[in-house]
């Protein structure tokens, strides 16, 4: 059974749609089935879907372009801004850091100033306290100057090139006190990060430091010069002591201050007024003064002519051994063996060499400040007059001559040309011992 027959046979029949499609001569049926139409439909609409979806990107592309600009410019503006504030914070500790630079600068030229003012009284202290070490007062013990920061050489221009060098490592370490800025680790922006110790703080702690380290370097030198002044007033008032006592002539201050007679000028005021030059001349004045009167002890006859050996007759009077009958003893007798070396108590110049009466070969030498001493009874002279001798100068060689019993040697000490007793001077030389140097 045909379709149009089973159409007829079951009900009315169905209308088909049918296309005709004709090109030319041809002609075309094409029958329309629904699950074409509805293939078509599903096109349509997926195109109609498409087409208002791309209308809308179309319409909204513009807002949606405008937003995101909107929104990078504002970063872009939030980042400049936050650049610019980082420069501001940046020029801000560099010229903190200059300015700290300059104030550390300043430091180092007022501790350079502080250092060589040191170096300066130094040099002038030198000479003086090579003057207290002659003198026996343990100058050697000197107070050292050199700086806390960097050690010196003797030579000036060393001394300024390594305080310069020194200032230079000073401001490296204070060089790490600021960091500015530092990178996030995206490298993306720059955060600030403030210091814990600011270069002016470092400056002050570390320069504080050192200006004390100088302040007792220059507090020592003080101590020291007091000290060497104290020292050498009192051994000078000793010596001076000692010499009174034993009716021994001190020298007056004035003898060994320049001579002002013939002097002059405009008066000009000081270069300065500083208590450690005061200082220094105070010291320079009692060195000059036990100078003087150890001077003096040195150039008297204190020491014995005869150390260790037997005293055969004391100074005063005795029974003469030739008469038989008191007599002045003017002197003192040591043995000595025949030809056993004879030395001066003390340095001077020969007045007298040769054979005198009673004394037989007698030397006698003048020491100054009108005191002479002589030695008799000599087997020979070894020096002429108008020689000059000192302690460990050989005079003579010991006998017995003259008006002698045996070998020996006769010591006398006048002075103002009376013969006084030697042991006088001896008991001072012994006085005197533990101040002379």
């Known amino acids: 059974m045909t379709h149009a027959q089973q159409s007829r046979v079951f009900g009315k029949r169905k209308q088909e749609h049918i296309l005709i499609l004709a090109s030319g001569d041809k002609v ?37 372009i405008g937003a995101t600009m909107a929104r990078q410019a504002r970063m872009q503006h939030d980042y400049e801004d936050r650049i610019a504030a980082l420069r501001a914070q940046v020029d801000r500790v560099t010229s903190r850091q200059l300015l700290d630079q300059q104030v550390v ?23 003086l306290l090579d003057r207290a070490e002659s003198s026996g007062l343990g100058g050697s013990d000197q107070p050292s100057t050199q700086s806390p920061v960097q050690s010196y050489s003797p030579d000036a221009k060393d001394k300024r090139a390594s305080l310069t060098g020194a200032a230079a490592a ?41 200006t004390l380290s100088l302040k007792d370097i220059e507090q020592k030198q003080r101590s020291r010069v007091a000290q060497l002044t104290s020292d050498a007033s009192e051994t000078a008032d000793a010596i001076s002591t000692v010499l009174t006592r034993f009716r021994i002539a001190v020298p007056a201050e004035t003898a060994s201050r320049q001579d002002d007679s013939a002097v002059g000028g405009p008066y000009v005021e000081p270069e300065s007024d500083d208590d450690f030059d005061n200082s220094l001349a105070q010291l320079d004045g009692a060195l000059t003064r036990l100078e003087t009167v150890r001077s003096t002890a040195e150039s008297l006859p204190f020491q014995s002519p005869g150390i260790g050996k037997e005293i055969t007759s004391s100074f005063g009077n005795r029974r003469d051994p030739f008469l038989g009958r008191l007599a002045l003893h003017s002197g ?54 108008g020689d000059t001798v000192d302690r460990q100068d050989v005079i003579g060689l010991a006998g017995s001559t003259g008006r002698s019993t045996g070998t020996h040697l006769h010591y006398e000490v006048r002075t103002g040309g009376r013969a006084v007793d030697p042991i006088y001077f001896m008991n001072a030389g012994l006085k005197l011992a533990s101040y002379m140097k």
């Open 170 to 210: 000073i401001e490296a370490q204070l060089a790490g006190a600021t960091t500015p800025a530092e990178a996030s680790p995206d490298n993306s922006t720059l955060a600030y990060v403030p210091a814990t110790e600011t270069v002016g703080d470092r400056a002050d702690r570390v320069f504080s430091k050192v």
């Open 332 to 385: 003192i007798d040591f043995r000595f063996a025949p030809g056993e070396k004879v030395r001066p108590t003390a340095p001077g110049k020969v007045t007298a060499a040769g054979w005198a009466g009673g004394y037989g070969n007698m030397v006698e030498i003048d020491h100054g400040n009108g005191i002479a001493t002589r030695y008799g009874h000599m087997s020979e002279v070894l020096v002429k007059v």
């Open 105 to 127: 600068e300043d430091k180092v030229d007022k501790l350079m100033e502080q250092q060589m003012a040191l170096t300066s009284r130094h040099g002038k202290l030198g000479s």
């Open 28 to 64: 075309r049926h094409l029958t329309v089935k629904p699950w074409m139409a509805a293939i078509a439909f599903c096109f349509v609409g997926v195109f109609a879907i498409g087409y208002l979806l791309a209308t809308s990107y179309l319409v909204l592309r513009d807002d949606l």
